[in-house]
């Protein structure tokens, strides 16, 4: 008979873990940003810190380090201004697309 597991006993998932390289952060916040879910975007880029190290990425975007914790946790909706210096710190940029590409 096969063992039960509880989900509780599962361990937490940790996408940070899985962002090693450019490519990898890319299709990450390309796939978050099509969710069109801001406070999911702030949460990846948390992520995508952590896996960078939250210090250097707070030091590089002149955010003290607590503050952009508190910035990219997950259900945060962050100013704009916070997106767009993490991004720059992080070395990516967002990119607008049509939705409703001409035919």
Known sequence: MTEKIKISELPEFDASELLGSEEDIAAYLTTV???NDPALLAAALGDIARARGMSQVAKEAGIARE???KALRPGSEP???????VC????VRLVAQPLHPAA
């Open 67 to 69: 503050a952009l914790y």
């Open 79 to 85: 100013r704009f201004e916070t997106i767009s210096r």
């Open 88 to 91: 720059t710190a992080l070395g």
């Open 33 to 35: 940003l099509e969710e």
